[in-house]
């Protein structure tokens, strides 16, 4: 079992940057890949950001790419996206995801879910 914990959301102008973090329990955070997906009011959730086990594999929507970095500190087992140069569509719900066997990082087939953190950007 994984209890997934974001934190960090909050409210921004277009253009600012906010870091959300992830903190996982469990003994085993090293084995997981984690990821990163959102839901904007009225839409259906969508995929942000991924990042293997062993950090090797990182995948990111076009939507974000150039703009947000993923990474993660299995030390601390926690999980970052940092979000720069954000924009009024960037407003949504985050939500982090864990699995061990995911086969496809891109996917919302992942086993555990944190509650979400609230993102609002302000043109």
């Known amino acids: 079992q994984v209890q997934l914990a974001e934190s960090g959301g909050g409210l921004v102008q277009a253009g600012g940057s906010l870091r959300l973090s992830c903190a996982a329990s469990g003994r085993t955070f090293r084995n997981y890949a984690l990821g990163w997906f959102r839901q904007a009011p009225g839409k259906e959730r969508e995929f942000v950001a991924a990042i293997s086990w062993n950090a090797h594999i990182i995948f990111y929507a076009d939507s974000v790419k150039g703009r947000f970095t993923i990474s993660r500190d299995n030390a601390k087992n926690t999980v970052y996206l940092q979000m720069n140069s954000l924009k009024p569509q960037d407003t949504a719900v985050y939500y982090c995801?864990?699995?061990?066997?995911?086969?496809?990082?891109?996917?919302?087939?992942?086993?555990?879910w944190g509650q979400g953190t609230q993102v609002t950007v302000s043109s």
């Open positions: 995801a864990a699995d061990e066997v995911v086969a496809d990082l891109q996917s919302m087939a992942y086993d555990y």
